[in-house]
C-alpha cells in the first residue's frame, strides 16, 4: 500500500471526496459514466498518487512527478484537480502555454473552482493574454469581493490593454470596500497623470493629504504634480504648507529655490537655498550642481562664498566640499585660501590627478618652490606618466637656481608631455635652466625647439631676442 501524507491527503481528499459523495447520494450501488471516479475504492488510490506527484513536485523532481501525472490523467482523463495540479508543474518549468491548455481542461472540468480560475488567470497575465485574464479576474472579483487581489489584478489587465478609465473605476470599487489606501491612490494618480490630467491626480493625492495632515510626502507630491505641469503658482500652497510641516527639510527648500529662481525673485531663492545647503539630508552633488550655476557671476560672489561656507560645514570630511570651493577662490585669485582648501582635499582623498593639476600651480604663483619640489615629486610617484608634475618640479629648481635639477626633471617629464603649448612649455624652462649654467648652446637649442612648436607665440619671441642681446649673438 501506498505511504499517505497526512496534511496533503486531507487538502486533497476532502474538497474532491465532498464531490464525490454528493454524486453518489442517489445510489450508492451504481456510478454514472460522468463521475470522476467509478468508485470509492479509485478515489483513494488515484488521491494517493496524485499525493506522490505533489510531494515529488515540491521536492524538485519535476520529471517524476510528471510522470506520476500523466499516468493518473491517462487514467482519469477528467480528474480536473489533476489538470490542476500538472498546470502547477508546468508553470514551475516555464511551460506556460502547455500549463494554460491543462488550465482551460480543469477549468471546463469544474467550472465553479476559483483557484483555477485564478491560475488561469495568472497564466494569462505571464504569457500577455490580457484580454482574456481580464474576464477571469472581473468574475472573480465580483464572486469574491472581499478578495482585493482579484480586483488589482483586474484593474492591471485593463492598464495592460491601456483601457484606463476602466482600470479607475475598478480601483475605485476597491478604494469604496478599503477607504483611504495610499497604494490604490497613487495607482489612480499615475493613471491620471499618464492621461495627462494633472488635476484628477491632485484630486486623488489631496484625499492622502486630508486623512494624513502630517505627512510631508503628500503636499511634496502634489506641488511637484504642479511644477511639474507647469502651474508653478498653484504649487505653492502645498510647498509651504510642507515648509510647515517640516522647516528644514532640503527637498521643499531647493523647491522654493527653484520657483523663485524661475520667477526672477533672486533674494527669496537665496533665502530657502541657504537653508538647503545648512542640511547634511540634501545630497552634495544636488549642492554642487547648484553652485555651478555662480561661476563667473561677480554680483552673486559674496552670496556663492556662503554658499561654500554652509556647504563645508554641513560635509566637512567630503572632498567633493573642499574642491568646489578650492576651485572657487582659485578663479578669484585667492590662492593662499585655494592652497588650503586643495590640502585639505588631498588630505582626504590625494587619489584625482585634475585636484594636483590646479594645486601645483598655485604653489609656484605663490612661490612657495621648496613645497612646489615635495609635492610635484609626491604627484609623480602617483601619476608617474603626467607631465604637469615633472613641469613644476622643473620650474621650482629653476626659480631656486638648481640648473642640473631642473633638467633632469624636465627632460624626464618631456616624454609624456602632449600639445605644443605644453611641449613648448617645457622646451622654454629648460632653456632657463641653461641660462643658470650660461650654457649659451644648449638655451639656443631649446629656444629653438620651443619656437617650432609655437611659431607665434609673442613672450617665447620676446625672451629669446632679448636673450640674443642681452648675449650679443646672433643679432640679426
Known amino acids: 500500500m501506498k505511504k499517505i501524507y497526512p496534511i496533503l491527503f486531507i487538502l486533497l481528499f476532502v474538497l474532491p471526496y465532498y464531490g464525490f459523495a454528493q454524486k453518489t447520494k442517489k445510489s450508492k450501488k451504481s456510478f454514472s459514466k460522468v463521475e470522476i471516479f467509478s468508485s470509492q475504492e479509485q478515489y483513494r488510490e488515484q488521491s494517493n498518487t496524485l499525493i506522490d506527484a505533489v510531494v515529488l513536485k515540491n521536492a524538485g523532481k519535476y520529471a517524476e512527478a510528471e510522470q506520476q501525472l500523466k499516468i493518473l490523467l491517462a487514467t482519469n482523463p477528467s480528474y480536473d484537480i489533476a489538470h490542476f495540479e500538472y498546470a502547477k508543474l508546468l508553470l514551475m518549468q516555464n511551460k506556460v502555454k502547455a500549463a494554460i491548455e491543462e488550465l482551460q481542461t480543469a477549468l471546463t472540468l469544474c467550472d465553479t473552482n476559483r483557484w483555477i480560475k485564478a491560475a488561469l488567470a495568472e497564466a494569462y497575465d505571464i504569457s500577455q493574454q490580457y484580454d482574456k485574464s481580464e474576464k477571469l479576474w472581473q468574475n472573480l472579483s465580483l464572486k469574491y469581493p472581499e478578495n482585493q487581489e ?27 470596500q478599503m477607504g483611504v489606501n495610499e ?19 491632485v484630486k486623488e493625492m489631496n484625499k492622502l493629504e ?13 506641488a511637484d504634480i504642479y511644477i511639474s505641469n507647469k502651474m508653478e503658482e498653484k504649487a505653492m500652497p502645498y ?20 520657483y523663485y529662481i524661475e520667477n526672477k525673485n533672486n533674494d527669496s531663492a537665496y533665502k530657502y537655498l541657504k537653508r538647503a545647503f545648512a542640511s547634511t539630508e540634501l545630497n552634495i552633488d544636488e549642492k554642487i550642481k547648484i553652485l555651478m550655476s555662480f561661476y563667473g557671476k561677480n554680483l552673486q560672489k559674496q552670496m556663492a562664498y556662503n554658499l561654500l561656507d554652509s556647504l563645508v560645514k554641513a560635509h566637512p570630511d567630503n572632498p567633493k566640499a573642499w574642491a568646489i570651493y578650492a ?27 585634475p585636484i594636483w593639476e590646479q594645486y601645483l600651480p598655485i604653489l609656484l604663483a605663490l ?47 618631456l616624454n609624456y608631455a602632449t600639445g605644443n603649448a605644453l611641449v613648448a612649455t617645457f622646451y622654454y ?10 650654457n649659451f648652446e644648449e638655451v639656443v637649442v631649446n629656444f629653438e625647439n620651443a619656437l617650432q612648436k609655437e611659431p607665434q607665440n609673442d613672450m617665447l619671441l620676446n ?12 643679432l640679426n
Open 150 to 176: 482579484y480586483i488589482d489584478k483586474y484593474a492591471i489587465a485593463l492598464i495592460y490593454q491601456n483601457r484606463l478609465k476602466e482600470a479607475v473605476d475598478a480601483y475605485n470599487i476597491m478604494e469604496v
Open 327 to 353: 576651485d572657487f577662490l582659485n578663479q578669484d585669485n585667492q590662492f593662499r585660501q585655494a592652497k588650503e582648501a586643495f590640502e585639505r582635499v588631498l588630505d582626504l582623498d590625494n587619489s584625482k590627478y
Open 239 to 258: 510647498l509651504q504648507k510642507a515648509g510647515e510641516i517640516d522647516p528644514t527639510n532640503p527637498q521643499i527648500n531647493t523647491n522654493l529655490y527653484n
Open 367 to 413: 612661490q612657495e618652490f621648496e613645497l612646489v619640489v615635495t609635492q610635484s615629486l609626491e604627484a609623480q610617484s602617483l601619476f608617474p606618466m603626467q607631465a604637469l608634475p615633472y613641469l613644476t618640479q622643473g620650474m621650482a629648481h629653476v626659480a631656486l637656481k638648481q640648473s642640473s635639477e631642473a633638467v633632469n626633471a624636465l627632460k624626464e617629464g
Open 429 to 438: 624652462t629648460l632653456a632657463q635652466a641653461y641660462m643658470i649654467e650660461n
Open 210 to 222: 486630508k486623512a494624513f495632515p502630517n505627512d510631508i510626502r503628500y503636499p511634496l507630491d502634489i
Open 183 to 201: 497604494d490604490i491612490i497613487i495607482a489612480k494618480r499615475n493613471i491620471w497623470l499618464q492621461l495627462k490630467k494633472p488635476e484628477n491626480a
Open 463 to 474: 625672451e629669446y631676442s632679448y636673450y640674443l642681446a642681452e648675449q650679443g649673438k646672433n
